[in-house]
């Protein structure tokens, strides 16, 4: 053992020290190890909710969008679908209508009445099925959109709304309403906007607010004649093997295409701004809370300053026996690089173990503000590698001024300090 190594030891296990550097060591420990068990704790919820988020949204939207620019395109869509399909990244296509309509269900008939804003759906239940997991969260499961069972079984078809649109309408298991298409139609010498009563059959949960208080889901053969080709998004979806190559896959859809009757949009254009944002937060949240680490090293540079006017007298009996001015120099070097290796252990010992209480626990979050309703973790190893890796570098660069000082005393004038 280098005898830098052995004499840095000795320091810190030392029990002659001065009780106030002692607690100054403990205080650069402690100040490490919040540090790295924030920053740890930070990052993996920032993982969490990134990653909960992305999968939902892709789940709910399907990979990539094939859509119909002209009225003429839709009805040649089904031999888009077994084109795309020939592609070797894609698994399964699915067609859907989507357009906006206005929800009016009488909570008390004559009396009180519930209208919102919904996004409309059309899609074909056992195709959908291949492309997106919200039809497996219909609640009471749902094969078809027909109304049987009902007093008007076939005569009113079916809808599938979010619970929370749901909950924000009042209205259970088997109710009617009634939707209102946003274009208008001319009836009899009047414009009159056009009307069609659904019954609900079911309701699903993304966990994600902004899709379960918007959406509703009926069969695509009623969303095409309820709304206008000009007023609705008709085309297909696509679910693809590996979600990152959207933007490929999407590239190739275009080249096998080549048609302006048809574009496409993949899930990585559509969340840019999203998954930017969240990017950018996580890279601001750690410059900020490598502050703490930062404040921990000023902690250290006192703690070792006090370390060698303590041992200075020592410092000058090493050098007069012959100890270089490097090998002073790594005494101290050492004993703070160790310092804040031990902070930083503890401190990502600390920060993995409250992030696995905190993915047991599932704390529950308002789903309105953060989209999501329960508090997501994920932990990355490379965020745990680059956070040690910054700490000890913070740790290693605080003990460059101090030890630098202690290399540069006269020995004669450290021996006679005491």
């Keep these: 053992m280098h005898y830098s190594l052995a004499i840095a030891l000795r320091y810190l296990k030392a029990r002659r020290r001065s009780g106030f550097v002692s607690r100054v060591t403990l205080i650069a420990v402690g100040g490490t190890l919040v540090g790295v068990g924030t920053l740890i704790i930070v990052l993996s919820l920032m993982n969490g909710f990134e990653n909960e988020l992305r999968n939902r949204i892709i789940e709910f939207n399907t990979h990539v969008l094939v859509f119909s620019r002209v009225a003429s395109s839709w009805g040649g869509i089904d031999s888009v679908s077994a084109r795309v399909e020939e592609l070797p990244e894609v698994v399964a296509t699915s067609p859907f209508v989507r357009g906006e309509a206005l929800v009016y269900y009488e909570m008390l008939p004559g009396v009180k009445v519930k209208t919102k804003g919904v996004i409309i759906k059309g899609v074909d239940i056992e195709r959908e099925k291949m492309v997106s997991t919200v039809i497996d969260s219909f609640a009471p499961p749902v094969t078809s959109f027909e109304t049987s069972g009902f007093e008007d079984e076939g005569a009113v078809p079916g809808v599938v709304l979010g619970e929370d649109l749901a909950s924000d309408l009042r209205i259970t298991l088997g109710e009617k309403l009634t939707l209102v298409s946003a274009p208008a139609e001319l009836r009899m010498g009047e414009i009159k906007p056009r009307t069609r009563d659904f019954r609900v059959i079911g309701f699903f949960k993304t966990g994600v607010y902004e899709f379960d208080s918007r959406f509703a889901y009926i069969d695509i053969s009623e969303a095409e004649t309820f709304f206008d080709f000009e007023a609705s998004i008709r085309g297909i ?44 937060e996580k890279i601001l949240m750690f410059l900020l809370l490598s502050l703490i680490i930062l404040i921990a090293a000023f902690n250290l540079v006192g703690m070792l300053t006090m370390v060698i006017m303590e041992k200075r007298s020592e410092i000058g009996i090493l050098r007069s026996m012959g100890a270089s001015s490097g090998g002073i120099m790594s005494i101290f070097m050492v004993e703070g690089t160790i310092i804040g290796f031990i902070g930083t252990v503890l401190g990502v010992a600390v920060g993995t173990g409250v992030c696995m209480i905190l993915s047991l626990i599932e704390l529950d979050l308002p789903p309105d503000v953060y989209f999501i309703n329960t508090l997501p973790v994920l932990v990355q190893k490379m965020d745990i590698v680059w956070v040690a890796l910054a700490s000890m570098l913070i740790a290693f660069l605080a003990t460059l001024y101090p030890s630098w000082e202690a290399c540069h005393m006269q020995p004669l004038d450290a021996i006679q300090y005491e």
């Excluded at 093997?241 to 009757?261: G, P, T």
């Design 237 to 280: 979806g696509v679910r693809i093997k590996d979600i990152f190559q959207a933007s490929r896959v999407d590239d190739q859809i275009n080249d096998k295409l080549q048609s302006y009757a048809y574009g496409t949009n993949n899930w990585i254009q559509m969340n840019s701004n999203l998954f930017s944002y969240i990017k950018v």
